[in-house]
């Protein structure tokens, strides 16, 4: 539910040269638009991509766009050690100096089915893999310049909760949209959490997070691919072309949340983006509510503490 008019827009950001991003799955939809926006407002955009031909081929978009050389870093969010290799890749470049890191990768809708570490694979890589990357890169955020972490959400979080003693559905029957849920909770569940913990230990770095309400882009067309049945694929992929074409705004408006969460200058550690229409499908950015079990420290202390456990990265902050 939003909590504030306004028409923010791409022409409110305002001059980002001299700041390094980091944007996950940069290479289509949301994460293209935002690297390009951030590349055309003079910030040095690190694209984090897991295929080696995608990511070239949104290398040389956002080069066009930008004054300063993006760089390309190879990432799979599904394999902890393609993540570990990314931090270090990114502390490197920058010198341990990011200023912001945008979580924005993620599966939709995948059919049932495992990280290379045996997690479930949206689990597993929407959240578990970008919570590792987060804390991987604290050293990098610290040094950057009133730094903040973008967590991205989505709608689909208020349709489930999350399951602490199964997270990779090993006990329940698996569901797509019920993981993908799951999934997208986690997401806004850890940049909360992670707030909380920054502002406890006194630390710069802001904590936020956004969703993009309802967008065109490939997570769709992916979900109603992963359908095993041909005949649900087809049916599903009917209605969110017919959903994509009556409803959904274009990526240029899907990315905006994302992009004021990483550049407005009133952003507080805590804030949650969204489309400030009705059911926050479409429109500007405003600040809106985020889930009440989002809210819950006991919540934010069980995932914080599976996810350590789980992935074997020390949590940062502790």
Request: aromatic share 4%.
């Amino acid at each position: 539910m939003a909590t504030e008019a306004g028409q923010w827009s791409e022409a409110d950001i305002g001059d980002q040269t001299g700041r390094t991003v980091l944007v996950t799955g940069a290479n289509s939809g949301l994460g293209l638009r935002t690297a390009q926006v951030l590349a055309e407002h003079g910030a040095k955009v690190l694209l984090a991509c897991r295929s080696p031909e995608r990511g070239a081929k949104a290398l040389r978009d956002v080069a066009a766009r930008s004054a300063t050389k993006p760089v390309l870093v190879s990432l799979d969010l599904a394999d902890l050690a393609s993540v570990r290799d990314a931090a270090a890749t990114v502390r490197e470049l920058t010198r341990d100096s990011l200023d912001v890191l945008v979580n924005n990768a993620g599966l939709m809708g995948a059919p049932r089915g495992l990280t290379r570490d045996g997690f479930e694979t949206q689990f597993g890589t929407n959240h578990l893999g970008h919570t590792a990357l987060t804390w991987l890169l604290m050293p990098a955020l610290r040094g950057g310049d009133a730094a903040r972490v973008v967590t991205v959400s989505s709608l689909a979080a208020t349709g489930g909760g999350i399951d602490l003693a199964d997270p990779n559905f090993e006990r329940r029957r698996y569901n797509p949209a019920k993981a993908y849920s799951q999934a997208k909770l986690a997401n806004q569940v850890f940049a909360l959490e992670l707030d909380r913990r920054l502002r406890a230990a006194g630390e710069p770095v802001l904590s936020v997070a956004a969703h993009p309400g309802y967008s065109r882009s490939e997570l769709g067309s992916t979900m109603a691919r992963s359908q095993g049945n041909a005949v649900v694929r087809r049916v599903l992929g009917t209605g969110i072309r017919l959903g994509e074409l009556l409803i959904a705004q274009d990526v240029r408006m899907g990315a905006l949340p994302q992009l004021r969460a990483a550049t407005a200058p009133d952003v507080n550690g805590g804030d949650y983006f969204g489309p400030r229409g009705p059911g926050g499908l479409r429109g500007h950015p405003v600040r809106v509510r985020p889930l009440r079990s989002a809210l819950d420290p006991a919540l934010g202390t069980g995932l914080w503490e599976l996810t350590a456990k789980l992935t074997g990265v020390t949590p940062d902050p502790a």
